[in-house]
């Protein structure tokens, strides 16, 4: 089992900065690929930025592409997304997500954290 808390959220103007943490916990917590999802109420979630195992390879939405970045520390097991230059379009609760590193790429995440909300004011 692997457990995910995410913290950073809060209420910011655009164009201020945020970074989202998301510390994992449990059996395979050192094993992991680490997403950021991003949910508005009563749209689908949305992929914001990918990060391998190593931190070798990242992907990210061009919605966020050149704006936001994703990181990982595994000696503290804790993935992070630095969010700058927001806009009020990236309002949203942005959700931690993992999956065993041996997962194919086009599989789903098989963990979620609680959510964490970002608002960001015009």
């Known amino acids: 089992q692997v457990q995910l808390v995410e913290s950073g959220g809060g209420l910011v103007q655009a164009g201020g900065s945020l970074r989202l943490s998301c510390a994992a916990s449990g059996r395979s917590a050192g094993s992991l690929n680490m997403g950021w999802f991003r949910q508005v109420p009563g749209k689908e979630r949305e992929l914001v930025a990918v990060i391998s195992l190593r931190g070798s390879k990242t992907y990210y939405s061009d919605s966020v592409k050149g704006r936001f970045t994703i990181s990982r520390d595994n000696a503290k097991n804790t993935a992070y997304l630095q969010m700058n230059s927001l806009k009020p379009e990236d309002t949203a609760v942005y959700y931690c997500?993992?999956?065993?590193?041996?997962?194919?790429?086009?599989?789903?995440?098989?963990?979620w954290g609680q959510g964490t909300q970002v608002t960001v004011s015009s």
């Open positions: 997500a993992a999956r065993h590193f041996s997962r194919g790429s086009n599989d789903p995440y098989d963990f």
